[in-house]
């Protein structure tokens, strides 16, 4: 979603060639030179769009004539990346044979599924932005609630959308999905849905499944346009 937002073309080109890289754990790759602001906005691009990637920090660059090298950095080795895919996509896949029925259906069960193995924590660590979080230490965040269902939704080649924004009379910033299900968009956010989240009781539906206008206390970021659920 984020690379066609509204990226020049040598950021679109900077964004799938760095996004390669990762991918293939390349040390560094050459892209068109950009401007410091609008590389860290490809990088966040790829970040956002990619929770498979959940291996990858923000690299580095050096600037050189008309080319530049941006150099990869990373979170594990490639070795222990691999050992943590491994068993990601175990997981996902068996819950994946567990699902059935209507999109909706499978996304509700999915959605319940992580909610109900998943405890909200708030410790600041650079994996509970990962689905790693979700998978492999069942305490999250906000953005690890939201990439993991990202992740699911991409296995499933249904559209989701990570957003990120904030909650009206916070200063932190917020993370939650848009889900393109049934011929039409609609707003999850798993973080509020979670009755560990404020200590309630069952999981709280009026944050799943809703339109945009539902979504109150929600504020999305203004740099991007993000379609209306209705």
């Not at 498979?52 to 004539?65: C, H, K, M, Q």
């Not at 909610?115 to 999250?140: A, C, G, M, P, W």
Request: charged share 25%; with cysteine.
């Amino acid at each position: 979603y984020y690379e066609n937002s509204d990226f020049t073309p040598d950021e679109k080109t900077a964004y799938q060639l760095i996004t390669n890289a990762y991918a293939n754990y390349k040390t560094s790759v050459m892209i068109p030179v950009l401007q410091k602001d609008s590389l860290s906005r490809v990088y966040r691009a790829i970040f956002y769009d990619h929770p498979e990637l959940f291996y990858i920090d923000a690299g580095d660059y050096i600037a050189s004539g008309n080319s530049m090298e941006y150099r990869c950095k990373y979170l594990y080795s490639k070795e222990t990346s691999m050992e943590i895919r491994e068993t990601i996509e175990n997981e996902a896949n068996s819950v994946l044979q567990s699902c059935s029925g209507t999109q909706k259906d499978v996304i509700d069960f999915i959605s319940r599924y992580i909610i109900e193995n998943t405890r909200y924590d708030n410790k600041e660590s650079k994996e509970d932005q990962t689905i790693v979080s979700v998978f492999l230490d069942h305490e999250t965040v906000c953005a690890g609630y939201s990439k993991t269902l990202q992740y699911y939704c991409d296995k499933l080649g249904i559209p989701c959308i990570y957003v990120v924004g904030y909650i009206n009379g916070s200063a932190e910033d917020h993370s939650w999905n848009l889900i393109y299900i049934n011929g039409q968009w609609t707003e999850m956010d798993l973080t509020w849905a979670d009755p560990v989240f404020d200590d309630g009781e069952g999981i709280d539906y009026s944050y799943l499944f809703q339109p945009t206008n539902k979504m109150y206390d929600h504020r999305k970021s203004l740099e991007y346009a993000y379609p209306i659920a209705k």
